[in-house]
């Protein structure tokens, strides 16, 4: 069974930086999408990057240019990062990983992916 496990989050002030990261458990050899999507408070849950089977990515327009989206795989798990620099407080929320063992038509639909984690808190202050 696979399952995404986040870390990384934590507070920070606006201007600096974070890594995500998510491991995945259970890997299969699929051509696996995989995606980081975030939730403000009262929100909804928004995609912010995206990483296909070959290494092409999608940014969220508030994030390009700031935020980077990377996986390597390891002894047959991919881990995924997101490498996030000039934070700023709307970048505050719970962060997820999200993983489907195919392609995706729509990146950033939540209806996209079967497996997601639980999240880790990223809280940027002014």
């Known amino acids: 069974q696979v399952q995404l496990e986040e870390s990384g989050g934590d507070s920070v002030q606006a201007g600096g930086s974070l890594r995500l990261s998510c491991a995945q458990s259970?890997?299969?050899?699929?051509?696996?999408?995989m995606a980081w999507f975030r939730r403000a408070p009262g929100t909804g849950r928004e995609g912010v990057a995206f990483?296909?089977?070959?290494?092409?990515?999608?940014?969220a327009d508030s994030v390009k240019g700031r935020f980077t989206i990377s996986k390597v795989g390891v002894k047959n798990k991919n881990i995924l990062y997101l490498q996030m620099n000039s934070l700023k407080p709307e970048d505050t929320g719970m962060y997820y990983c999200?993983?489907?063992?195919?392609?995706?038509?729509?990146?950033?639909?939540?209806?996209?992916?079967?497996?997601w984690g639980q999240g880790t808190q990223v809280t940027v202050s002014s």
């Open positions: 259970g890997y299969t050899d699929a051509p696996w999408s």
């Open positions: 999200a993983a489907d063992p195919h392609g995706v038509v729509a990146p950033f639909s939540t209806d996209e992916y079967n497996y």
């Open positions: 990483i296909d089977a070959d290494g092409s990515t999608v940014y």
